[in-house]
């Protein structure tokens, strides 16, 4: 799977947009971008995945470039809640039931810090 | 969206005695099961891929006799922390991925604290 590389750490304004960027110049035409993000002492949680297009759901949006070496996380409107470290992870698409093709390899993430 | 249980949250044990945890999907299959460990201010590190009906298979490093790990139902995974050590200390979760979906669901994690 193609590494990522993230700024290790960012800080947002209550009630703005979090933009946090990823880049992952190796990707293969198959790799998805997925998004989690890990709230202290919690578990990851999911955020979004996509190939090419833009995607948006409730949570957040994700713009991956034309030539997808890069892509951005979006959340229109951080609270502090939304305090967290944020990984963007690059991988094929997961087999059936997982396999060793069905874990998650996690880099060093994003710690976001959202302020009031 | 779908939901994945450990139990317990936190557990402190002394050494030389052994953990179990265990983690349910609730709401889906799941044949196959991720463990992780994370140390403080680290990244979450892949420990082993647990198979429902089979031995689990392990990364490089896990000692598979100190962390024995049962599959026992397809919404059932057990980690065992074998005559455990301070350094054993450590947040572990696991993951199990939904069926032919695209995401994995985590759990909330268990503090495991070894005195």
């Known amino acids: 799977d193609a590494k990522t590389t993230q700024p290790p750490s960012m800080d947002c304004a209550e009630g703005r947009a979090a933009n946090l960027p990823c880049n992952h110049s190796t990707i293969s035409g198959n790799e998805y971008v997925y998004w989690y993000r890990q709230i202290h002492s919690q578990g990851p949680q999911y955020i979004i995945h996509?190939?090419?297009n833009n995607e948006t759901n409730e949570m957040a949006s994700l713009i991956i470039t034309e030539d997808r070496k890069s892509s951005t996380l979006i959340l229109p409107h951080a609270t502090l809640r939304d305090t967290a470290v944020y990984y963007c992870?690059?991988?094929?698409?997961?087999?059936?039931?997982?396999?060793?093709?069905?874990?998650?390899?996690f880099g060093k993430g994003t710690k976001l810090s959202v302020k009031p | 969206g779908a939901v994945v249980s450990q139990h317990p949250s936190w557990v402190i044990c002394k050494s030389g005695t052994s953990v179990k945890i265990e983690c349910r999907s609730l709401d889906f299959q799941a044949t196959t099961m991720f463990w992780y460990r994370q140390f403080p201010k680290q990244s979450l590190m892949l420990m082993a891929t647990?198979?429902?009906?089979?031995?689990?298979?392990?990364e490089q490093g896990v000692e598979k006799d100190k962390f024995l790990i049962n599959h026992a139902s397809l919404t059932l995974s057990t980690l065992t922390v074998t005559s455990a050590h301070p350094e054993d200390s450590s947040f572990y979760i696991c993951s199990a991925p939904k069926g032919k979906g695209t995401e994995a669901f985590f759990g909330q994690g268990t503090r495991l604290t070894v005195v």
């Open positions: 992870i690059v991988r094929h698409r997961p087999m059936d039931y997982g396999g060793s093709q069905g874990n998650l390899i």
């Open positions: 996509g190939l090419k």
């Open positions: 647990s198979n429902e009906g089979s031995k689990a298979t392990y």
